[in-house]
């Protein structure tokens, strides 16, 4: 099996929730490593993310934007970059139907950008092997679109449905990265994952709005009939499945990853007040706040990944079971207030 060892390591939105949460399991998992971030630092990122770090020596921020050619470049000169991890992107669903022009930029043009400079620094300029450097690129499971209630899960041979804005720009970069690889030979591997939770995520995003409105006693909303359904990955166990592509992945090659628990929306709703109620005892039952509102248009009903490949491939496996994520999410908020 091939075994890929980064030294250098470009980590591009590094200030959000699963990029500083990769930043920090990979100072405290490889110590040989040495990273640098490169995050805009929009509203969904945050440098209190990366708050006490371990072994900061080995850390560098740099902010700027994803679609500066000339810093890019100068990133990748500067500090010998041999591993790019691509989490940068607009990721906010409702922003994309409201505000598409930022996810075309971010997505699209951003993800071209750190392609074509990879591509010219270590081809060009520094002739690079194959086997000298890496570019992971992150997506999502929302590419495949949405799945009914019988149908199996989204696996690797899944054809592309993007169904909003969001999806669809990263079905796109998903086709340029693979197209790098084609055309170039530039040396990439790519992985879907299903919803992601744990510390360090966005207000707006569906588990911790459900933890803020419980704390400051506001109603939750929950989209339709709240029957929707999600797989749910604690974001530690993405981290590691990342690690392990890196690591031992072939390249050109698609890896899934899915935490095999699917839960409708208002089913988990219900289950973190409960949990909620065991954190921050409240005097009135915290499912009291809940509260139907109207739908997202065009809500994906299903979503679910099949893990075989990469559990088979690379011996990955979802550790953090649902109840002690929670849990751990729930502690962190609550303590973070």
């Given at each position: 099996?091939?075994?890929y060892q980064?030294?250098?390591?470009?980590?591009?939105?590094?200030?959000?929730?699963?990029?500083?949460?990769?930043?920090?399991?990979?100072?405290?998992?490889?110590?040989?490593?040495?990273?640098?971030?490169?995050?805009?630092?929009?509203?969904?990122?945050?440098?209190?993310?990366?708050?006490?770090?371990?072994?900061?020596?080995?850390?560098?921020?740099?902010?700027?934007?994803?679609?500066?050619?000339?810093?890019?470049?100068?990133?990748?000169?500067?500090?010998?970059?041999?591993?790019?991890?691509?989490?940068?992107?607009?990721?906010?669903v409702d922003?994309?139907?409201?505000?598409?022009?930022?996810?075309?930029?971010?997505?699209?043009?951003?993800?071209?950008?750190?392609?074509?400079?990879?591509?010219?620094?270590?081809?060009?300029?520094?002739?690079?092997?194959?086997?000298?450097?890496?570019?992971?690129?992150?997506?999502?499971?929302?590419?495949?679109?949405?799945?009914?209630?019988?149908?199996?899960?989204?696996?690797?041979?899944?054809?592309?449905?993007?169904?909003?804005?969001?999806?669809?720009?990263?079905?796109?970069?998903?086709?340029?990265?693979?197209?790098?690889?084609?055309?170039?030979?530039?040396?990439?591997?790519?992985?879907?994952?299903?919803?992601?939770?744990?510390?360090?995520?966005?207000?707006?995003?569906?588990?911790?709005?459900?933890?803020?409105?419980?704390?400051?006693?506001?109603?939750?909303?929950?989209y339709g009939?709240?029957?929707?359904?999600?797989?749910?990955?604690?974001?530690?166990?993405?981290?590691?499945?990342?690690?392990?592509?890196?690591?031992?992945?072939?390249?050109?090659?698609?890896?899934?990853?899915?935490?095999?628990?699917?839960?409708?929306?208002?089913?988990?709703?219900?289950?973190?007040?409960?949990?909620?109620?065991?954190?921050?005892?409240?005097?009135?039952?915290?499912?009291?706040?809940?509260?139907?509102?109207?739908?997202?248009?065009?809500?994906?009903?299903?979503?679910?990944?099949?893990?075989?490949?990469?559990?088979?491939?690379?011996?990955?496996?979802?550790?953090?079971?649902?109840?002690?994520?929670?849990?751990?999410?729930?502690?962190?908020?609550?303590?973070?207030?």
């Amino acid at each position: 099996m091939n075994h890929y060892q980064s030294h250098h390591m470009l980590v591009t939105g590094g200030a959000g929730f699963i990029g500083s949460n990769f930043i920090r399991y990979v100072l405290m998992h490889e110590p040989t490593i040495k990273i640098i971030n490169i995050d805009k630092l929009t509203y969904a990122g945050s440098l209190t993310n990366l708050k006490n770090l371990d072994s900061p020596n080995r850390y560098h921020f740099c902010q700027g934007d994803i679609i500066d050619s000339n810093l890019v470049h100068q990133i990748l000169r500067n500090y010998s970059i041999d591993t790019i991890v691509h989490f940068a992107a607009e990721s906010h669903v409702d922003r994309s139907i409201t505000e598409p022009n930022s996810f075309v930029e971010t997505n699209l043009l951003g993800t071209f950008t750190l392609l074509e400079a990879a591509r010219q620094q270590w081809f060009t300029v520094e002739n690079r092997s194959m086997t000298q450097c890496r570019f992971h690129h992150i997506s999502t499971d929302e590419v495949y679109g949405s799945l009914k209630s019988a149908d199996k899960p989204f696996n690797e041979q899944t054809t592309y449905q993007p169904r909003s804005p969001y999806s669809a720009t990263k079905a796109g970069s998903d086709h340029l990265v693979f197209a790098y690889y084609h055309t170039y030979g530039l040396p990439i591997t790519l992985s879907h994952c299903s919803n992601n939770y744990g510390p360090r995520q966005h207000a707006e995003k569906f588990i911790p709005t459900i933890i803020h409105s419980c704390l400051a006693k506001q109603t939750i909303p929950i989209y339709g009939n709240g029957k929707n359904i999600r797989d749910w990955l604690y974001v530690d166990d993405h981290c590691s499945g990342i690690l392990a592509i890196l690591k031992n992945g072939k390249i050109g090659e698609t890896y899934n990853m899915g935490g095999d628990n699917e839960w409708e929306n208002i089913t988990l709703a219900q289950y973190i007040c409960e949990q909620m109620e065991k954190h921050v005892p409240n005097k009135i039952a915290y499912q009291a706040l809940l509260n139907y509102v109207t739908d997202r248009p065009g809500h994906d009903f299903r979503y679910a990944i099949d893990s075989h490949k990469i559990k088979t491939e690379l011996n990955w496996l979802p550790l953090v079971s649902m109840e002690a994520g929670i849990n751990k999410t729930i502690e962190y908020y609550s303590q973070s207030r």
